[in-house]
């Protein structure tokens, strides 16, 4: 999946924040000439690179300052067609801090406003899948099956309570979240292997650092344009999930 695509199929789904459509369009979705890396020779300059990639963190889509980036092959062309940066120490360590702030008020969000982001994320695959082989049919529906899972969290985040288990002592157990979360991807189901981490994750109160595969980006990239745009319909906070490379 191209990054021009996802940023198209964003604008589409419409009455998302001003500022977060604004920033998908800014400089790391373009095709101007970047760096790919300190070794690599630079661009002639009637050539432009593909675009990068951009890190999710604290609800933005940031840029990699990383001068150094992989190449997203398109097997079937060997057409060089995304970039993806190897995020720096410094940007890995902004990504975890903002994944602990925002916990602080997302685990006090209701858990049933938490089912109803999964509610509307399983609509949006549903809707905008971006698969075009049979093959990845599977992929993606099981990986919204997961989510439908979340969609009735509520019921499983009920705790226990058991009354004079001896005299004069009750006894209930209540489930809480954890804290920051995290995952790292691999290439073959880029959109299935996300969506089994995170849906269940952030709906229990957790936040989430998802480091998709290097490989295939674009998947995880456009779940989370639209993991952002139901955390802006459904709540101010949108911030539970974070996106590095």
Known sequence: MSLQSSVQRMRNLGGLRPQIVGSLGRPHFTTTATESSSSSPPPSSDQTSPPRVPNLIGGSFLDSKSPSTIDVINPAT???????????????????????????????????????????LQELIRREQ????????????????????????????????????????????????????????????????????????????NTFVLKPSEKDPGQSLFINILLTYCGVVCLSNYNFLTLVY
């Open 78 to 120: 060997q057409e060089v067609v995304s970039q993806v940066p190897l995020t720096t120490l410094d940007e890995f360590k902004a990504a975890v801090s903002a994944a602990k702030n925002a916990f602080r008020s997302w685990r006090n969000t209701p858990i049933t406003t938490r089912q109803r982001v999964m509610l509307k």
């Open 130 to 205: 971006g698969k075009t082989l049979k093959d990845a049919h599977g992929d993606v529906f099981r990986g919204l099956e997961v989510v439908e899972h979340a969609c009735g969290m509520a019921t499983l985040q009920m705790g226990e309570y058991v009354s004079n288990v001896a005299h004069g002592i009750d006894t209930y157990s209540i489930r809480e979240p954890l804290g920051v979360c995290a995952g790292i991807c691999p290439f073959n189901f880029p959109a299935m292997i996300p969506l089994w981490m995170f849906p269940v994750a952030v709906t229990c109160g």
